[in-house]
T-cell receptor, first 117, second 111 residues
Framework: DTGVSQDPRHKITKRGQNVTFRCDPI?????LYWYRQTLGQGPEFLTY????????KSRLLSDRFSAERPKGSFSTLEIQRTEQGDSAMYLC???????????????FGQGTRLTVV | DAKTTQPNSMESNEEEPVHLPCNHS???????IHWYRQLPSQGPEYVIH???SNVNNRMASLAIAEDRKSSTLILHRATLRDAAVYYC????????????FGQGTRLTINP
């Protein structure tokens, strides 16, 4: 396994269009996280899954955003009716359940850079 | 979510040690101190974490103050490949364990 992979790496879309990103986590990882990062800022948490269950969503995740992880493996993040403010890097991370103290490290993908024009 | 404070930027020379400070005065008893770094055009990568005792791994060392209100990430011998944004994060061992990133410290390494 080569780590967390995200597809596509870059996406340019027109305002108002829908876009979908895919994340393939490390195969045995139960937890999957989505983050968004704008230029010069640290990543911001959007949502996370434990297996197929979506357990937490940030207030940043408006109604236009939806995420799924149907079989507890890969995940998709869809943005409907994109706006220019959605332009950002969308990062996916995965980790094991915390069986040891301090939790486990999260492994990040290289991200999908979205540009809305 | 507990907050951390880091300098916006630091500069060092190649092959010299680098000490990256982090203040976390509101740390709680269940918060672990994690460090991640982000190289240009990459996703963040884990560096090290600890609770109370100092920690060492192949990448770095983590020195934690006795009162746990501050910590220092130590790169013993910086290389050009260590140029990155370094994030100090408090991670609650309970619940979602999501990482709450601040703005981090941008480390520049001079040849």
């Amino acid at each position: 396994d080569t780590g967390v992979s995200q597809d596509p790496r870059h996406k340019i879309t027109k305002r108002g269009q829908n876009v979908t990103f895919r994340c393939d986590p490390i195969s045995e990882h139960n937890r999957l996280y989505w983050y968004r990062q704008t230029l010069g800022q640290g990543p911001e948490f959007l949502t996370y899954f434990q297996n197929e269950a979506q357990l937490e969503k940030s207030r940043l995740l408006s109604d236009r955003f939806s995420a799924e992880r149907p079989k507890g493996s890969f995940s998709t993040l869809e943005i409907q009716r994109t706006e220019q403010g959605d332009s950002a890097m969308y990062l996916c991370a995965s980790s094991l359940l915390p069986r040891r103290r301090g939790g486990t490290e999260a492994f990040f993908g290289q991200g999908t850079r979205l540009t809305v024009v | 979510d507990a907050k951390t404070t880091q300098p916006n930027s630091m500069e060092s020379n190649e092959e010299e040690p680098v000490h990256l400070p982090c203040n976390h005065s509101t740390i709680s008893g269940t918060d672990y101190i994690h460090w991640y770094r982000q190289l240009p055009s990459q996703g963040p990568e884990y560096v090290i974490h600890g609770l109370t005792s100092n920690v060492n791994n192949r990448m770095a060392s983590l020195a934690i103050a006795e009162d746990r209100k501050s910590s220092t990430l130590i790169l013993h011998r910086a290389t050009l490949r260590d140029a990155a944004v370094y994030y100090c994060i408090l991670r609650d061992i309970q619940g979602a364990q999501k990482l709450v990133f601040g703005q981090g410290t941008r480390l520049t390494i001079n040849p």
